[in-house]
Each structure stands twice: as structure tokens, then as C-alpha cells.
């Protein structure tokens, strides 16, 4: 076809017009065992979250916790959208993980350490040895570092102890701890030092990957020679061992920066450190999101709202009783693993499980021999954890012992086929699974099935958590009807406790970012005036239940480079014989996805090989030789809606050879079938 | 005794196939080691991207030199 020109670029597009065409699978029950041991079986909780009984009905999960001041106020919408969360109130989250729990549960363990190394034996921590340690480290931060309340730490630790006895310490002060994953490089790790102002970095010297001792110290001296290239200066580092009293890394000290944590710690054997009675609203941690598209930005996370929300959440649809063994495979350098492997287990007194390495190291059936050893009976994965542990061991966790009560998924949608094998393979039809939906700058779940009162119905998240209220938006912030079965922008119409305060050192972003696109009355004092934009699609089915189609906001992924659609769309419009544009995500079983162009011309235009060219040539000028589309169609005329909008989920299918669905309600749909024609032949 | 002499196309030829695989292995993995720890598309693509920035060029360089010491550049091992 003379219109049709290819490159090689290797493109990578949002997954939203795959999961569409998922089909509504049947619902299944929560097995019987699990509802009558569940902690939330009261179907009342959905009226008692319900519009009426906002903002108050969240003191449920304020009163989870202990409050050195009680709240005077639920939520305070003065100043939109910077909501502020049971204020008046003091409260200190150190103190709701560790020190609450131990005249009940001072020898119990806290935190239980895998190592990679399967002959280490796993390290079961108490909640007295985690509340010594972290009152040693919290006296070490304040005493040698001279840190107190608001000042940030950055932590680049990986899955060991150190990392929530760290973060701990911090929260025991008021100091904001900054937690880069451990697997992003210095340069990464210098960027979120500058950008947080930290005047100290936290990180340790090896740590086990993959059968391989790292040597983690080198990416410090990377990150302080950035951070000190961006303009902040890096006082000191501190330096946790793996093995204490050893060294096991190559990379040499720099004297006068680089300490060893152990070696500190001896002078504050046995002290005690007073917990900080913070504001409700006072910072707890940032979390960087998303740095792909430019400065990463630094989700500010508030202490009560948080902290209250990860408890009721941890509780409520995770179903953690103290007695439980619960681990959540994710990384604590992640918010999954913030909200759920150490703030919101350890508020519950639970028994929460870190595992240092590589899930499938040495080998597939890894998992399930630590679950085996450990009594884990809740066990929470990501589906692409589930798909490589079903993909190299098909049959591996069927013939092992594991007994699980609940599982649950995090970080995308879980398709199906890859659902039903988790439930029956390794949950053996036994245990009940929650697939969440929710986000960095959410804190905890937003959708999911409350377990013991929903059924499961495979591919879809769920409905709406008790208290959030959610809405899908057309792109022109016109709600679409409840139930409708259409995609649309998925927004959240209420604050909630679990929300990010602002981006750190960037309020305006954080409008920007999150509620200027839908906010009609920007003067506006009414919550109901300022939706929360997800970012993310979603379809609404007529049973309540989200299904998540991953992001919606007309970007693709071209080699690492994040390109608005928009921006695609714009270069071709500057060729003078295109009328308009219009660019898609197209699957390419060799390179990922790739973008195609759609362009209209008048019927006046003849040569339309120039046209493609032309196309092409823009795309290249303007925005770089990354945006060549993959092919340019030159069509007479768009699909379109009576109102006049491009139909791209028409342009979508006919380029994915999908089924196309209905379009009779389009204002031209006899150009379907010709554009089909002209992409995909007769 | 010197390596086998080699031209200097085949060399840069050599240097940019080691590269390329290089950075394969390390977009793999990041995408892989995101996923698995639950991280969104966008996270996985900033891991992807962190990966590729943080690729260690001077062990490629390493590795190429010690192959053509032992004679084996280019023998895809």
C-alpha cells in the first residue's frame, strides 16, 4: 500500500483496548471457611460508607488507632483540593506499629526475615526486638545526625530488617523518610536526595540478588556525586551491613562521609527515644512516582489520614487477624510495600514476612517452600509474579502443602486465565482472592471485593472500598451513565483519608496532575467539585464492578519516551493537506506495541504516498526521530460521534484486526467498513 | 601471545552487538523485577528506563577486551 510507511522503532502503548475485550466471566463464591473467620462479614458496611455518612464514617478507621490527642475535626475541605484529614489530632505512627502492641504481643514476631541464601534460616523479630531496635536507631538519627521533625532521610535499602527498622526510626521522630528502590541506580537515587532536600542517605553494603551478593555501596557514591551535581549537599552516609561487623562490598569508603551504621549503634545500646506526638497532617514519608516523563514526582503521604486508611484497609479486605502470617511479595521500595508489608500489618499487630531475592531463585517452587515454613496464610502477589510462576511451574505449587486463606494481587489488571490458575493451583479453590486497584498516590485499595461479602468474578477489580465513590468521566467531564459498560476516565468524586497530600515542594503539579483537567468550579470549597483524576481507564459493568484498563491519558511509551498522543497528533496537523489526526497503540507480536497514524485528507488530495511521507517528516522534525509512527493511513474521513469526536477505539480495532463492536451509533459509520478495508484488505 | 588482530569494523561491529545485548537484558530485567514486585505499567517503564541509564558500559568494554585477549571476540560467547 503506497500510504502505508514502517519503521523499526520499538514502541510500547497503554493496555487499555486489550483488557476491553476481555468477556465477563461468571462470579464465584468466597470459599465458606473464609467468611465465617472473616473480620468484615457485616453487609451493613456499605450503607454506613455511604454519602450520607461522609466524611464521618472514616472515624472507623481513625479509631483503629491510638491517638495521643483525639481528632476534633474528620475532614477539613477549606482549601481544595489540599484536604486535611482528622485534624486537632496527635498521634505517632511508630508508636501504632511497635510500641502499642507489646503488652499484648511483646514476643510475637513482627517482622520474620527471608534471606536469599536458602540455607540462612529465617529470622523471626519481636515486636520487643523491633521496638528496641528502632528506639537504638531512632536515638542514633536524632543524637549523632542532629535529625528532628520534618527534616528528610533517604533511604536506598533493599528487602532486609534494616529497611523497616529505618523507616520506623523516622516515623518515631516526625523525619520524613524518602525510600528509593533498592534496584534503581545511583543517578535515580540522586535525583530523589536533591529533590527531597535530604541532607543524609541511608543504604547498606551488598545485598543478595539472583544468587549474587551486590555491591549496593557503589550506587551512594553515585547518587551523593548527583545529588551534589544537582546543588544538595550530602552530609553523611550511613552505612547498614549485611553480615554486621563485616564489610562486603568492593566500593572503599569516603572518609569523613561514610559510616557504618553498626558501628554507631554501639554507643546507643539500650536507649530510648520518646515518640513524637505529630500532627495529623504532619508528613510521614515521600514516595517518588513516575520519573519517565521528567522530575519524579514526590507523593507526600500525611501521617493520620495514612496511617488510618492502610490500618482499616489491612484489615477490612486483606483480613489480617494478629494470629495471621501474612506476606506481600512486593518491595518495600514501592507504596505496596510502605501501606502493605510494614505500616499497615504491623498497625494490626500482624506477622508480616520480607523476603530479600528473586521469587523464582534458585528455583520456581521457592514461594511456596517459605510459605510452607513460615504457616503463611495470606499471601500477596503481583499477577506478573503469578504468570512466571505459573509460566516455569505449571504444576509446582498444586503438589505443595501451602494452605492459603486469601491472596491478593496488586499493580495491574490479573487477566482470567492467569486468575484461575492462582485460585485453583495455589489457592487450591480454598482461599479467597481480592484483585485491588489503587495507586501511589492513593495509600491503599480503592477497589476491590470486600472478601467475605463479594464474589469474585475473575478480570475485574471489584467495587468501590466502602467510602470511595467513584466515577468515569468521557473526556469532557460528562459522567457516563453507572453501569454503562463504556470506557472513560476513572475518578474518584471524594477525598479520602489515604490521598497524597501534594506533590513535595509542588502544589501547583499536584492540581495539575490530578484535579485541574475535571474541576469545573476551581473556586469552589465543595469536595464534590474536585474529583480526583486516576490517570487510568475503567469500565463500570452493570453489576458495580470495575474492571481497570490501565492508563487513559493518550500517552505511548516509544522507547522509555512517554509521547501524548496529542503531541503526535499536533505534528501531523501541520502538514497543511491534513484535515485531522488521530494515533493509536497497535499490538506487534515482535516489538510490544507500536503507534500508527490515521490521517484525513479532502478528497482533493490525490497523492496521498506524499501526504504519508510528509506525515512521517513532521513527526520526525518536531519531536525527534523517536515519534516516526510505525504506519500512516491516509483515510477520507474519521469515524466520528454526533458530536464530532474521533472514534479511536474504532481506529484501534480495525489496526489490532479486533472486532470492531457497534458502531451505528457513529455520526459517519459507513467509513468503518471502507477504512477496514483500506488497513486490513476485503 | 597477542590476540588475533581484527579490523576496525568488525571491532565497533562487535562493541555495538554487545551493547545491544547488554541493554536487552537489562530492559528485561527491569521490566521483569518492577512487575514482580507489583509496580504499574509506568513503574515498570521507569525501571526499564533507570535500567538502560544505569548500564554499566565500562564491564561491556571489559568483557570485550578480555574476549579479544582470548580470541573469541565476535564468537557470540
Redesign the interface.
Known amino acids: 500500500m503506497t500510504d502505508s510507511v514502517k519503521n523499526d522503532e520499538r514502541t510500547?502503548a497503554?493496555?487499555a483496548q486489550i483488557a476491553v475485550h476481555w468477556k465477563e466471566e461468571k462470579y464465584i463464591e468466597p470459599p465458606k471457611s473464609f467468611v465465617e473467620q472473616a473480620i468484615l462479614n457485616d453487609p451493613g458496611v456499605r450503607k454506613r460508607f455511604d454519602e450520607k455518612h461522609f466524611p464521618d464514617c472514616f472515624r472507623e478507621y481513625a479509631d483503629m488507632l491510638t491517638w495521643f490527642k483525639p481528632y476534633t475535626k474528620v475532614l477539613d475541605t477549606s482549601h481544595p483540593p489540599f484536604w486535611k484529614w482528622f485534624t486537632g489530632g496527635k498521634l505517632n505512627a511508630c508508636y501504632n506499629c511497635v510500641d502499642r502492641h507489646l503488652d499484648k504481643y511483646r514476643n510475637k514476631a513482627a517482622l520474620i526475615f527471608v534471606s536469599e541464601p536458602e540455607d540462612d534460616v529465617p529470622y523471626a523479630m519481636t515486636y520487643q526486638e523491633l521496638y528496641v531496635r528502632v528506639n537504638e536507631m531512632a536515638a542514633l538519627l536524632k543524637d549523632y545526625c542532629g535529625l528532628k521533625a520534618g527534616d528528610r532521610v533517604t533511604l536506598h535499602l533493599p528487602m532486609t530488617l534494616d529497611l523497616p527498622i529505618t523507616m520506623l526510626a523516622c516515623a518515631r521522630l516526625g523525619v520524613i523518610h524518602s525510600q528509593v528502590?533498592a534496584?534503581?541506580?545511583?543517578?535515580?537515587c540522586g535525583q530523589r536526595i536533591q529533590d527531597s532536600g535530604s541532607h543524609y542517605l541511608i543504604t547498606i553494603d551488598a545485598y543478595w540478588r539472583s544468587g549474587k551478593l551486590l555491591d549496593h555501596k557503589a550506587n551512594a557514591d553515585i547518587a551523593v556525586k548527583t545529588a551534589e551535581a544537582a546543588g544538595q549537599h550530602v552530609d553523611k552516609v550511613l552505612i547498614w551491613q549485611r553480615y554486621p561487623g563485616k564489610y562486603s562490598a568492593k566500593t572503599p569508603l569516603v572518609k569523613g562521609r561514610d559510616v557504618f551504621v553498626n558501628d554507631v549503634l554501639k554507643d546507643y545500646k539500650g536507649k530510648r527515644v520518646e515518640p513524637a506526638h505529630m500532627d495529623a497532617e504532619a508528613p510521614l514519608f515521600l514516595m517518588y512516582?513516575?520519573?519517565?516523563t521528567g522530575k519524579p514526582k514526590g507523593c507526600q503521604h500525611r501521617t493520620g489520614g495514612y496511617l488510618a486508611y492502610v490500618a482499616g484497609t489491612s484489615k477490612w479486605i486483606q483480613d489480617i487477624h494478629p494470629e495471621d502470617t501474612y506476606w506481600c511479595?512486593?518491595?518495600i521500595?514501592?507504596i505496596?510495600?510502605h501501606s502493605y508489608i510494614v505500616y499497615g500489618p504491623l498497625a494490626l499487630a500482624a506477622t508480616s514476612v520480607i523476603y530479600e531475592g528473586?521469587?523464582t531463585y534458585p528455583d520456581v517452587g521457592r514461594p511456596w517452600r517459605i510459605a510452607e515454613r513460615l504457616g503463611v496464610n495470606i499471601f500477596h502477589?503481583?499477577?506478573?509474579?503469578v504468570r512466571?510462576l505459573r509460566r516455569l511451574g505449571e504444576n509446582v505449587p498444586k503438589m505443595g502443602p501451602q494452605k492459603f486463606k486469601h491472596m491478593t494481587t496488586?499493580?495491574?489488571p490479573i487477566e482470567p486465565k492467569a486468575w484461575h490458575w492462582y485460585f485453583d493451583q495455589i489457592g487450591k479453590g480454598k482461599a479467597v482472592i481480592v484483585d485491588t486497584w489503587w495507586?501511589?498516590e492513593n495509600g491503599g485499595f480503592l477497589c476491590s471485593t470486600i472478601p467475605a461479602l463479594d464474589k469474585m468474578k475473575p478480570g475485574s477489580a471489584g467495587p468501590a472500598l466502602p467510602g470511595i465513590y467513584p466515577v468515569i468521566l468521557d473526556d469532557n467531564g460528562k459522567e457516563l451513565p453507572k453501569g454503562s459498560g463504556i470506557a472513560g476516565n476513572m475518578c474518584i468524586r471524594n477525598p479520602w483519608p489515604g490521598i497524597i497530600q501534594t506533590i513535595w515542594g509542588d502544589d501547583q503539579r499536584f492540581i495539575d496532575t490530578y484535579y485541574r483537567r475535571f474541576c469545573k468550579y476551581p473556586k469552589s470549597k465543595d469536595w464534590r467539585d474536585w474529583p480526583y483524576m486516576s490517570g487510568d481507564g475503567a469500565v463500570d459493568a452493570p453489576d458495580g464492578y470495575y474492571r481497570i484498563l490501565?492508563?487513559i491519558d493518550d500517552v505511548i511509551?516509544v522507547s522509555?519516551h512517554?509521547l501524548g498522543t496529542k503531541e503526535l497528533e499536533n505534528a501531523c496537523l501541520t502538514v497543511p493537506e491534513v484535515s485531522e489526526a488521530a494515533v493509536v497503540p497497535v499490538v506487534d507480536e515482535i516489538r510490544g506495541k507500536v503507534p500508527e497514524v490515521y490521517v484525513s485528507v479532502p478528497a482533493s488530495v490525490t497523492d496521498r504516498a506524499a501526504v504519508a511521507k510528509k506525515v512521517i517528516k513532521a513527526c520526525e522534525d518536531i519531536i525527534g526521530k523517536i515519534a516516526r509512527p510505525s504506519k500512516v493511513h491516509v483515510v477520507p474521513d474519521m469515524p466520528k460521534t454526533r458530536s464530532g469526536k474521533i472514534m479511536r477505539r474504532v481506529l484501534a480495532s480495525i489496526s489490532n484486526k479486533r472486532d470492531i463492536g457497534d458502531v451505528t451509533t457513529l455520526a459517519n459509520p459507513e467509513v468503518v467498513e471502507k477504512i477496514r478495508v483500506q488497513v486490513q484488505g476485503k | 601471545m597477542s590476540a588475533q588482530k581484527q579490523s576496525p569494523d568488525t571491532d565497533r561491529h562487535a562493541l555495538a552487538e554487545a551493547v545491544r545485548k547488554a541493554c536487552l537484558k537489562a530492559a528485561l530485567d527491569?521490566y521483569?523485577?518492577?512487575?514482580?514486585?507489583?509496580?504499574?505499567?509506568?513503574?515498570r517503564?521507569?525501571?526499564?528506563?533507570?535500567?538502560?541509564?544505569?548500564l554499566d558500559v565500562d564491564a561491556i568494554v571489559r568483557t570485550l577486551a578480555a574476549d579479544a585477549h582470548a580470541g573469541t571476540a565476535g564468537s557470540g560467547k
Do not use: H, I, K, Y
Open positions: 510500547e497503554n493496555e528502590f534496584g534503581f541506580s545511583g543517578q535515580s512516582s513516575s520519573g519517565t511479595m512486593a518491595d521500595g514501592w505496596t510495600g528473586t521469587p502477589t503481583s499477577p506478573t509474579a512466571a496488586v499493580g495491574e495507586q501511589t490501565g492508563r511509551n522509555g512517554r | 527491569g521483569e523485577r518492577a512487575g514482580m514486585s507489583g509496580l504499574c505499567e509506568e513503574g517503564w521507569e525501571m526499564v528506563v533507570d535500567s538502560l541509564q544505569s
